[in-house]
């Protein structure tokens, strides 16, 4: 073992990785952070990546690195039944595929999130007591208040407190003084002419009327600043990006990190008590049999991701901290047979499954500007439906067809292949197409279910010698019939606005085929900016202090014996 | 020096017609010299240079005359076995910013036996793709228009 023995080590340096550095060097702690992935020291090079990338998904800027590898979205497909895909890192059971990526990469999968970043509902943590589906939490809303407007302030969210109006909020939503550090973004035009179509449009969902709304979106992107924060720009220079500058692209990569990513909170940390060590992958957890505690970490250090050469390296500490994304972090837990006596690590995989919904607005509303969503329908986020199927939100979607139908990309090959457009008229059509093409997101929550689960098995791993993620998904009939309810609120919402439906409600195409990938020019296929949202309990190891990759952190202790709960907060798209 | 067989100035006319931008844009990108070699590289001299002088020959005989001009690029290029997929991707290269492969069956045609993958051609071609300025709108991730432009009602083209 390695002479260094540090207050804390840190697996991971994403975003709560990157927040632990930052406080605890603040307080004096030496922190030692182990990152997986290459060190993001040159964005600029992941920006070029990303220009001569042919689909442009999600993880396409960042490094396609074989020993810590990343799932790509490219790599969904079908599952045949009893046999697993292979394509991608993950080794996908199914039935449903998993549709969500992460970054393995210094900064984490805040490199790519697209930064909306509401709080949960009150109603969201006794879920089971008022509407008898799920589990209540241990907690409630007002216990995490005071750090949603932490990791807000960390965060730099750009909202306005008077217009976040939701259904089952309460009185005392936002604390007496509370200000968000920015104001809002402006939302789009597209989103004013929608909101002038729908606001006040009362939809029924089983016996009740449900009046929508249209508010702006929190989202962490920079915008003019409020009394005691100041914006922080890019990593490389903080004049820069210290606005949006509408470059409409936050998935995969703001070229300017005008929206937050981890390496901002990173560069906070007081570098004297910091050590990090990149292209570093924990392997196991040492655990002492006497105390039950973590003594060490075991990790694999390789010098290019070419190459599976590499020297395996322990360090040790007095409190371990995984905080190595949900998927990774059950892994790592399973990999060392740690805290995992309920056999609960890795179970209640969450993600937010999405349905799309796209047509053709009657004019030209502009679209493909600005960040990817500045606004969002609110209304069926809380409600006594809650009790037939599960709560949606629904953001109004920016960038039009892109995620649908990988527009404008497929429209161009289909007007020149198909419709034998050229010149003027190839012009004409595309211009009289595209810039009315509209979407809405569905987004549903999903409530935890044993069955969905990442787990190990030796037969698969990586070239360092690592697990991959072994997943079992499905998507329940409670969150299944919240599908059906939001089709028919799309179908009224777009006889309202006079959208020409285009929506095709067919299974996904879940991989492109050569010629759709020429056409991908720019394309977001199934579920990918998001993060997990993961759920599980474990009270075994007392220096196990365990973070998901968010704002929020939640210390757990063996100290109290009933189950502890992670959460992970805010939402992470 | 001009080339009298076949040049750049010949790639642009044939650009014009089926981008349906006029030359001074595609000058303006920077990347009709690039375009042309890529096409040059992937399909040949000979192909390119019947395509470029197709397009050229149209270009002067009809410009400013929409129909006849139209009538003939369907004539003599798109419903050409050899021109017409050809004229489709470099239409396609200029608006995307991307080479499709050919279809196998044109490779087959014209007797190529193997030739370029579906790629991106430059970062340039990327920032430069021309379906952006047509819908009023920018590549994501590059020339941004700025804070809050897109609250703003689209411009008028």
């Known amino acids: 073992m390695k002479e260094d023995n540090y207050d804390v080590v840190i697996v991971g340096a994403g975003i709560a990785g990157a927040i632990l550095a930052k406080e605890l060097t603040e307080k004096k702690k030496r922190v030692l952070l182990l990152e997986a ?21 999600p993880n396409s800027p960042y490094p396609n690195n074989p020993n810590a590898p990343s799932q790509n979205v490219l790599n969904l497909g079908p599952i045949p039944a009893g046999a697993p895909n292979l394509n991608g890192y993950m080794v996908q059971y199914g039935p449903v595929p998993f549709g969500s990526d992460y970054t393995r990469v210094s900064g984490g999968t805040t490199m790519h999130w697209l930064g909306h970043s509401f709080r949960m509902l009150p109603n969201d943590f006794k879920l089971h007591s008022k509407y008898g589906h799920g589990v209540d939490w241990p907690i409630s809303y007002d216990d995490l208040k005071p750090f949603y407007e932490k990791s807000e302030w960390e965060i730099g969210v750009s909202a306005d407190v008077e217009d976040q109006i939701y259904p089952g909020m309460g009185n005392n939503f936002f604390g007496k003084n509370y200000y968000y550090p920015m104001k809002s973004l402006p939302a789009s035009y597209l989103d004013q002419k929608v909101a002038g179509g729908i606001n006040g449009m009362k939809v029924k969902l089983g016996k009740n009327a449900y009046p929508l709304s249209v508010i702006t979106t929190p989202q962490g992107r920079n915008s003019t600043p409020n009394k005691g924060y100041k914006p922080i720009g890019a990593s490389w220079d903080n004049n820069i990006g210290q606005r949006c500058e509408g470059n409409s692209n936050c998935v995969p990569i703001c070229p300017v990190q005008a929206k937050y990513n981890a390496l901002k909170t990173l560069n906070k940390a007081d570098q004297k008590y910091l050590t990090v060590i990149n292209q570093a992958v924990a392997s196991n957890l040492i655990i002492d049999p006497e105390t039950n505690r973590i003594k060490g970490v075991t990790y694999k250090q390789y010098q290019s991701a070419q190459s599976s050469d590499h020297t395996s390296h322990t360090v040790q500490g007095k409190i371990f901290v995984i905080a190595a994304h949900a998927v990774e972090t059950a892994k790592l837990l ?99 197409f595209v810039s009315r093409q509209f979407g809405l997101q569905f987004e549903f929550e999903q409530l935890p279910q044993h069955a969905n689960r990442v787990t190990i098995d030796p037969n698969y791993l990586d070239q360092l010698g690592n697990y991959r993620p072994v997943v079992h998904y499905d998507i329940s009939d409670y969150t299944r019939a919240a599908m059906e309810a939001a089709k028919g609120v799309s179908d009224m919402i777009f006889a309202k606005l006079g959208v020409e439906d285009y929506t095709e409600l067919q299974p996904r195409r879940y991989r492109l085929s050569p010629m759709e990938r020429g056409q991908a020019i720019h394309s977001r296929a199934q579920g990918i900016w998001s993060a997990l949202i993961a759920w599980e309990r474990t009270n075994q190891i007392r220096s196990l202090t365990k973070t998901r990759n968010h704002g929020i952190t939640k210390t757990c202790t063996s100290s109290d014996r009933a189950a502890c709960r992670l959460l992970e907060l805010p939402i992470l798209r | 020096m001009k080339n009298k ?36 590289g992937i399909i040949g001299a000979q192909i390119t240079t019947e395509i470029e002088k197709a397009g050229t020959a149209i270009y002067r005989k009809y410009r400013n005359r929409e129909k006849l001009m139209e009538e003939a690029v369907r004539t003599e290029i798109l419903s050409h076995a050899v021109l017409g997929p050809l004229a489709k991707n470099i239409t396609s290269m200029w608006y995307l910013g991307v080479w499709n492969q050919m279809p196998q069956a044109w490779l087959d045609h014209v007797g190529i036996k193997q030739t370029a993958p579906s790629h991106v051609i430059s970062a340039d071609a990327y920032k430069e793709s021309l379906v952006w300025r047509v819908v009023g709108s920018h590549p994501p991730g590059a020339k941004q228009p700025g804070y809050g432009t897109w609250s703003l009602p689209p411009k008028t083209r």
Request: aromatic share 12%; hydrophobic share 40%; with cysteine.
């Open chain 1, 37 to 57: 992935g290459k060190a993001s020291d040159d964005y600029l090079s992941y920006l070029e990546v990303f220009y001569t990338a042919l689909a442009k998904v």
């Open chain 1, 334 to 432: 399973l990999a060392s047979s740690a805290a995992n006596s309920s056999d609960l690590v890795g179970r209640c995989l969450m993600d937010h499954p999405t349905m799309l919904t796209w047509g053709l607005m009657p004019e030209d509303i502009g679209s493909y500007r600005g960040p990817g969503a500045t606004s969002h329908i609110p209304t069926f986020r809380d409600g006594a439906f809650r009790k037939e199927h599960s709560a949606f939100i629904v953001p109004v979607d920016n960038w039009g067809w892109l995620w649908g139908e990988f527009s404008p990309g497929s429209d161009v090959t289909r007007a020149i292949n198909q419709l034998n457009l050229f010149g003027k008229k190839l012009r004409g059509y595309l211009d009289g």
């Open chain 2, 5 to 40: 067989q076949s040049s750049v100035d010949d790639f642009l006319d044939l650009s014009s017609l089926l981008t349906g931008f006029d030359k001074v844009d595609l000058q303006g990108t920077g990347l009709a010299e690039i375009y042309r070699k890529e096409v040059l």
